[in-house]
């Protein structure tokens, strides 16, 4: 909010804050670099978390255990 810019709290609009500082003519402060690392780290979590999502749905699929 401190530049103009306003998103809802929560993960679910991150993706909106990391849309702002991938677009090149936001006018965000120079800090803009140290922003993008963060943003390529959120990029890096989301896509670890589908990864692992998609192992413990296969796991539950099969598990004998989990069937019960």
Known sequence: MEF????????GHVSK???L???PSSELPAE???LAVIADSLHAIQARILLLDREIAIKAKTD????C
């Open 4 to 11: 103009g810019f306003i998103v809802r709290q929560g993960p």
């Open 17 to 19: 804050l990391i849309d």
């Open 21 to 23: 500082v991938a677009y």
């Open 32 to 34: 803009r670099p140290v």
């Open 64 to 67: 004998s255990v989990s069937k």
